[in-house]
């Protein structure tokens, strides 16, 4: 008997605090789902935030690197805990990316590249036997 097991999701459990209010957002990821969409909003909040840099006083640019991590946070966390993380820091959108890029860079990152790695074994695999 062959027994295969579906891939679980990411669980996780973030807790926000800033001394006075708490947040406790409930993570569920799909990595599979989740790791082909999360390079291109990588790459749109890096170019987003030059542009913000660069040019600090258009609000063009302030409006695209604000959408640009809104995506980021919405692929990760889901658009109604982003809502929550959003009023948690007040729209304030720059500290928001600074307190959670951390989160996303040592947690996130790391379980999408094992999932990547697994898939990229497991294709390897299988084709073995279809040749």
Do not use: W
Not at 14 to 36: C, F, M, P, R, T
Not at 41 to 47: D, F, N
Not at 65 to 74: K, N, T
Request: net charge negative.
């Amino acid at each position: 008997m062959a027994r295969i097991e579906k891939s679980k999701p990411f669980v996780d459990t973030l807790e926000l605090s800033d001394g006075e209010k708490d947040l406790q957002i409930e993570i569920k990821l799909d990595l599979n789902s989740v790791a082909h969409r999360y390079r291109p909003c990588q790459i749109a909040l890096v170019e987003a935030e030059k542009l913000a840099e660069q040019n600090p006083n258009d609000p063009a640019c302030l409006n695209a690197y604000g959408e640009a991590i809104c995506s980021m946070f919405q692929l990760i966390f889901g658009e109604v805990n982003t809502e929550k993380i959003m009023e948690f820091y007040e729209d304030d959108y720059s500290t928001m990316l600074l307190d959670l890029m951390p989160y996303l860079a040592q947690t996130i990152v790391p379980a999408l590249q094992a999932e990547r790695e697994r898939k990229i074994s497991q294709a390897k695999h299988a084709r073995r036997f279809l040749r």
